[in-house]
């Protein structure tokens, strides 16, 4: 596992390559987003992304649709985003309702869910800044059911953070979805390596 700030075309193996080490690499990532998952209240899901999971997920997806060196620098523009840079965290997260007319009513009631994320550590906030690429919340204010979210850090939270046993809870407050969860020292300290 690494912890580099972005994925170059040095990193990708070729299709070869990642298939002789695919199951293993496939053990290690899944071992790791364990400590990296954080089910928040019924229906939202974080996973805190790092290099090693967007390295996998740039794989994968070079491996499902093969389209080599063309897809190659798309894969990379849309994943390098979601890799911390040093002083943040960086999450996708899922509302996940598999009824259809359930999701889609508890949807239409989320507009700016994505400005409602917030880790708290040692009483200090840490507001998430939505990732810029496309709206998350339609005109109609309904949120998307995926959301990429960033959450800086200062110096001084990021040492906090660090410091064995320390409090972190995870959460969203909106209106109408508020719930907090608290890391599991595990994930804590997984989530810590992603800091400089």
């Not at 997920?57 to 093969?66: A, F, P, S, T």
């Not at 239409?108 to 409602?116: I, S």
């Not at 660090?162 to 109408?176: E, L, S």
């Amino acid at each position: 596992m690494t912890n580099k700030t972005a994925l170059t075309r040095d990193d990708i193996l070729d299709l070869q390559a990642y298939e002789e080490i695919r199951e293993q690499r496939r053990a290690e990532i899944v071992a790791a987003k364990k400590l990296r998952r954080l089910a928040i209240g019924p229906y939202a899901t974080f996973y805190f992304e790092s290099f090693d999971t967007m390295w996998y997920q740039v794989q994968e997806m070079l491996r499902i649709e093969k389209g080599g060196e063309a897809q190659l620098s798309d894969e990379l523009e849309a994943y390098n985003p979601l890799i911390p840079k040093g002083k943040e965290l960086v999450a996708t997260v899922m509302f996940e309702i598999d009824n259809p007319d359930i999701r889609s009513a508890f949807l239409a009631g989320l507009g700016g869910v994505e400005d409602c994320m917030v880790i708290e550590v040692d009483g200090q906030e840490v507001i998430a800044n939505p990732e810029q690429d496309v709206d998350r919340t339609n005109a109609a204010g309904k949120a998307s059911s995926v959301q990429f979210v960033h959450f800086e850090f200062s110096d001084d939270q990021i040492a906090k953070f660090k410091a064995d046993n320390a409090r972190v809870t995870v959460g969203i407050n909106h209106p109408k979805y508020g719930h907090t969860t608290m890391l599991s020292e595990e994930s804590r300290a997984a989530l810590a390596e992603d800091f400089e």
